[in-house]
């Protein structure tokens, strides 16, 4: 729903660097499995060499990629050498090894004053714990411009770690907005950095069709493009006739490779996916033959986010499907499938399968036919029929099928795999069928949400504060484990005009998200965790990596009291925060009343303003919050 933001929000700048590190912990996220500290610290110099000791072209890479690190930082550059032997000091050594306990990702890492020993079973597991070497140096190793008069420490310690899940993902919607094939690359290079190994990218939607089909050229020269709008999507009035179709873009066969290949350097692979039935306005729009319709129907459009679902009665107003009934549509599916398959390496193709409305169906006559011919009984089971002869295409290329939680209405095609997304029942009910389950549920894992007072933030439709996304579990009670793959969070793109918003979003969210994938479950620990973050913070500046500092502002508990009066309650999420607030229309600071109690709304009171501190230092926005919202939202609770 719109929402009407009654005064301005003003915001300052944290001050993040206040946090002090207590212990190595706090330098690492995720967690590792065990972590011993030594005594000392390995000095980082011109004289440092690095060893890999193997011919591995792949731990090549490894090294060459620290090597270049700490020459873009530092300033030094760190020779890589080959060698059966390293002896010496103040080396850093590459080994691949054999040991069952680490599998093909996990790692050891010894640190003494002359050595760093960087051991695994695979050069994936010699990339992850580079991962942990940086963030055990100095936060300017993170800095895109050489930082002079370092001393490049890195405290003594033995570590060995390993992944719980092997599906560690983000997905990256690059069709509702369109993101570069650079800026595919810097979410690669910022995801690897918390070891994630996996990228969804949702290529298709009713809003763009983002690769190029070489047999399908209309796809991208009609569906990759439509009018540009800003404000809240959803609510645009449809473009009209002369509004150029400019905004967009799309990714050339090329592209893809240079990412894939891009991708698979960093031990990264990538989920393509093509969303249909439904979301498949951009297809349509360039192939009007494949609705039930087949384009004798009103004109279909690329949508530029106005408003083509009545989401209250699940009613689609001009989104139209791509047809069950028209055997056009599975040659055209074959055709996109087939390219596809050649151009990405990875073993699954999501087919979507969410958010089909039927309204269309219900008036085909050639829907009805096929459901007489094929004993369908309702609209599910229709949808059904489609989702098992595309993953029949699709396994026809050599791969195996994904689809959202919704290919289990009306029947599961025999060998899908699920990626649970409204809440954890469908994966639940998946993995009990013997399916294989990715959990990426909306109540944890959706991070296109707010992250805080709507008043504040990006305006979108739900909220997941970071603690919440941080009570992310991806095996549900009751559960065999082995039929869950792990998790992805989703980063959906409605709302996301730039990079740097997509940024904002993603961190600390995915720290969160990040942990649960990786870390070992015992060791979860909020008050553990958030520490961390706040050292990931100083990093990403460094970095110059946006993030939401959401997680320092204050939340707002507004209820009517029985005597009628307006009390409100404040909280924070992280512990040790001061909330400072006034009411008489001045700034707040650590010197202007602090919350220690339900605040009862004085009299003609407009607007209660809030910060946070850390001690003496500000550490959260300074929030303006209208009196009159505050009592909305009370008698809402009626």
Request: net charge neutral; aromatic share 12%.
């Amino acid at each position: 729903m719109k929402k009407t933001i009654l005064f301005p929000v003003l915001m300052c700048i944290p001050l993040f660097g206040i946090c002090q590190v207590k212990s190595i912990e706090e330098l690492l996220l995720p967690a590792p499995v065990s972590l011993k500290q030594g005594s000392g610290n390995f000095i980082l110099n011109s004289k440092t060499n690095i060893v890999i000791l193997s011919k591995d072209i792949d731990a090549k890479r490894v090294a060459t990629f620290l090597s270049k690190k700490l020459s873009q930082s530092a300033g030094f550059l760190v020779n890589v050498k080959t060698s059966s032997t390293a002896a010496g000091s103040n080396i850093i050594k590459l080994s691949l090894i054999s040991d069952a306990i680490l599998g093909n990702e996990g790692y050891k890492l010894d640190i003494t004053s002359g050595t760093i020993m960087l051991s695994a079973n695979k050069p994936a597991g010699l990339f992850y714990g580079m991962q942990t070497l940086v963030q055990l140096m100095p936060k300017e190793i993170e800095s895109i411009h050489v930082v002079k008069n370092m001393a490049w420490k890195i405290p003594a310690c033995s570590i060995t770690d390993y992944p719980r899940f092997g599906w560690r993902g983000l997905m990256f919607d690059v069709a509702r907005h369109f993101f570069t094939k650079d800026e595919v690359k810097k979410y690669i290079d910022e995801m690897v950095k918390y070891k994630y190994n996996l990228l969804h990218l949702h290529l298709t939607d009713d809003e763009g069709w983002r690769i190029e089909i070489k047999s399908l050229p209309k796809l991208t020269e009609v569906g990759a493009w439509n009018v540009k709008r800003v404000g809240y999507f959803g609510t645009f009035q449809p473009p009209s006739p002369d509004e150029p179709r400019t905004y967009g873009g799309f990714y050339t066969q090329d592209d893809i490779k240079e990412i894939v290949q891009y991708a698979k350097d960093r031990f990264v692979d990538i989920l393509p996916e093509i969303d249909v039935p439904g979301h498949s306005l951009a297809a349509i729009a360039a192939y009007p033959e494949l609705a039930c319709s087949a384009g004798q129907g009103p004109k279909s459009e690329v949508s530029s986010g106005q408003n083509i679902k009545d989401w209250s009665t699940h009613t689609a107003l001009i989104d139209d499907n791509l047809c069950p009934a028209n055997e056009n549509v599975y040659e055209f599916l074959d055709k996109v499938l087939t390219e596809l398959a050649h151009l990405f390496p990875f073993e699954y193709i999501h087919m979507g399968g969410d958010e089909t409305f039927k309204t269309f169906w219900e008036k085909s006559d050639a829907v009805k036919a096929l459901m007489q011919k094929e004993g369908l009984k309702t609209m599910e089971e229709v949808q059904s029929y489609f989702e098992k002869r595309v993953e029949k295409i699709v396994e026809s290329k050599g791969k195996k099928f994904m689809g959202w939680d919704e290919i289990l209405e009306g029947g599961l095609a025999p060998s899908a795999a699920v990626m649970s997304w409204r809440g954890m029942k469908g994966g639940i009910e998946a993995a009990k069928m013997k399916h294989d389950v990715v959990m990426s549920p909306t109540d944890f894992a959706y991070i296109d949400y707010m992250q805080g007072d709507p008043i504040i933030e990006p305006h979108i439709y739900a909220t997941l504060r970071l603690k919440k996304a941080y009570q992310f579990e991806p095996v549900p009670e009751g559960v065999d484990s082995k039929y869950i793959k792990g998790g992805q969070a989703n980063l959906w793109s409605e709302q996301l005009y730039t990079f740097r918003h997509a940024e904002y979003m993603t961190w600390p969210r995915g720290f969160a998200i990040a942990e649960a994938l990786w870390s070992p479950k015992e060791k979860r620990d909020w008050d553990n965790f958030f520490p961390r973050v706040e050292n990931q913070f100083k990093r990403l500046d460094e970095s110059e990596i946006n993030y939401a500092p959401s997680a320092y502002d204050p939340i707002f508990e507004a209820t009517n009291t029985g005597n009628k009066q307006l009390m409100i309650e404040l909280s924070t999420e992280p512990k040790g925060l001061d909330i400072y607030y006034t009411f008489d229309n001045s700034f707040p600071d650590c010197f202007s009343p602090k919350y220690a109690e339900p605040l009862i709304v004085p009299k003609e009171s407009v607007m209660l303003k809030v910060i946070t501190y850390k001690g003496k230092n500000p550490v959260g926005r300074l929030i303006y919050m209208p009196i009159e919202e505050l009592q909305k939202r009370a008698d809402n609770k009626k």
